[in-house]
């Protein structure tokens, strides 16, 4: 039985709920570009199914934050998701900030060690830091799924390294998170 990844592209293309934009950079865009890369090597992965909450770059999901959310969070939810797994891209007013971080809602849930493993595959594939997991219970879309919830903040876009690589190097990004995925349930990449 394949294990059912649903891939969360976080924000959407335009207001309510899109995200940073930074030097004309939609953090929208790299999540999805990322999440379609994620998405086709899940699909290539006999071990996994997988479905995506954006199907096109256009696709406007709720028509306001909570909507939006709770969008994602039934679409998870519906298909009886085994795992679920949001991207996002970090801004910080301190430009040097760098890396990949992660968040969950408890350290006693399986997904703090599957937001570890990806950590490490992303480390791995693009070489940034792994900033590590934090606990974030207030987070929605880790409090209203009924499955272990990961939110991925791959990269800083305020930082000029990691926006270069989240814009030229998406395919790094969707390795290193399938590669921490398939490390997590201990299959060799």
């Given amino acids: 039985m394949a294990i059912k990844i649903f891939v969360d592209q976080g924000h ?3 207001n309510p709920n899109a ?3 930074v030097n004309g950079v939609r953090e929208q865009d790299i999540n999805y570009e990322v999440g379609v890369r994620l998405a086709a090597l899940l699909r290539a992965d006999p071990d996994f199914d997988v479905r995506l909450s954006r199907d096109t770059p256009e696709e406007q999901l709720g028509t306001s934050n909570a909507t939006s959310l709770q969008a994602r969070v039934y679409e998870a939810n519906t298909w009886g998701a085994d795992y679920f797994v949001s991207l996002h891209c970090n801004t910080s007013t301190n430009t040097s900030a760098s890396g990949s971080e992660a968040y969950v809602y408890s350290e006693s849930t399986p997904a703090y060690t599957l937001a570890g493993r990806i950590l490490e595959g992303l480390h791995d594939m693009t070489g940034l830091r ?5 606990i974030r219970p207030s987070l929605y879309v880790l409090r209203a799924t009924s499955m272990p919830a990961v939110l991925v903040e791959m990269g800083y876009m305020t930082n000029a390294n990691d926006l270069y690589l989240l814009t030229s190097d ?20």
């Fill in 12 to 14: 959407n293309p335009q």
């Fill in 19 to 21: 995200g940073a934009e």
């Fill in 130 to 134: 792994n900033r590590g997991v934090f």
């Fill in 170 to 189: 998406p395919e790094s990004f969707a390795r290193g998170i399938y590669r921490g995925i398939r490390l997590y349930f201990g299959m060799t990449s």
